[in-house]
């Protein structure tokens, strides 16, 4: 304290050498100085945290050989027909992710959104979901299915009422962790526990709509 008390005088009586300055005017001075190395500072500290936050939340690129970015979903993956799941694929899947996790939910449902599908604990370098998986506890390449809101496991495809189309979001999650979760977990209980983990993420929207 003392050696600061002595650094403001002598910054002062300089000062006074080169100009007509009141001890007011050169608090007000230090004070302005002071204000522009805070607000400085402060900027530099939000623009590291923006750019750490994009850098760990990255993109990756999800499709499907039976629809396209927002186009119609077929029949045969539907409760219209075989309810059979639609093949995925899968890349630009960040170093150091552990597990991935997929859910698929209806956000256009009367009741709120439905959810179609919660699948998590598949392998980090897995890269793409055959057609048609089977709807147990396990996949065969490890990943565990949760239990969607038709009150089963695996996928269940789209069922809307009559009337307008409904759209389809299909979620991938790259994560840094295989999660503490058993088969049979919920979207809720998921997107939970994976909420600290996500390294990247990707999106495909397909819709259906009912006669």
């Given at each position: 304290?003392?050696?600061?008390?002595?650094?403001?005088?002598?910054?002062?009586?300089?000062?006074?050498?080169?100009?007509?300055?009141?001890?007011?005017?050169?608090?007000?001075?230090?004070?302005?100085?002071?204000?522009?190395?805070?607000?400085?500072?402060?900027?530099?500290?939000?623009?590291?945290?923006?750019?750490?936050?994009?850098?760990?939340s990255g993109h990756m690129q999800l499709t499907s050989a039976a629809f396209a970015e927002g186009e119609p979903i077929p029949v045969k993956h539907t409760c219209d027909d075989k309810n059979a799941s639609p093949p995925l694929t899968w890349s630009g899947v960040p170093p150091g992710t552990k597990s991935l996790a997929l859910i698929v939910d209806d956000p256009?449902?009367?009741?709120?959104?439905?959810?179609?599908?919660?699948?998590?604990?598949?392998?980090?370098?897995?890269?793409?979901?055959?057609?048609?998986?089977?709807?147990g506890q396990r996949l065969p390449n490890g990943g565990k299915q949760g239990l969607n809101d038709f009150k089963h496991l695996g996928y269940g495809g789209p069922c809307p009422p009559p009337g307008k189309a409904h759209r389809y979001f299909f979620k991938l999650y790259a994560l840094d962790a295989l999660l503490d979760l058993k088969p049979g977990a919920?979207?809720?209980?998921?997107?939970?526990?994976?909420?600290?983990?996500?390294l990247a993420q990707g999106q495909l929207i397909g819709t259906y709509k009912r006669k």
């Open positions: 304290m003392k050696s600061f008390i002595r650094s403001f005088i002598n910054h002062y009586r300089l000062l006074l050498r080169f100009g007509d300055f009141s001890l007011i005017d050169y608090i007000g001075f230090m004070n302005a100085r002071l204000s522009v190395v805070v607000w400085s500072l402060l900027f530099a500290f939000v623009a590291s945290v923006s750019g750490a936050s994009l850098t760990q256009d449902a009367p009741a709120g959104t439905w959810v179609h599908w919660v699948l998590f604990d598949l392998p980090g370098n897995a890269s793409e979901l055959p057609e048609d998986l089977p709807k919920t979207k809720k209980e998921l997107e939970h526990v994976m909420e600290k983990h996500v």
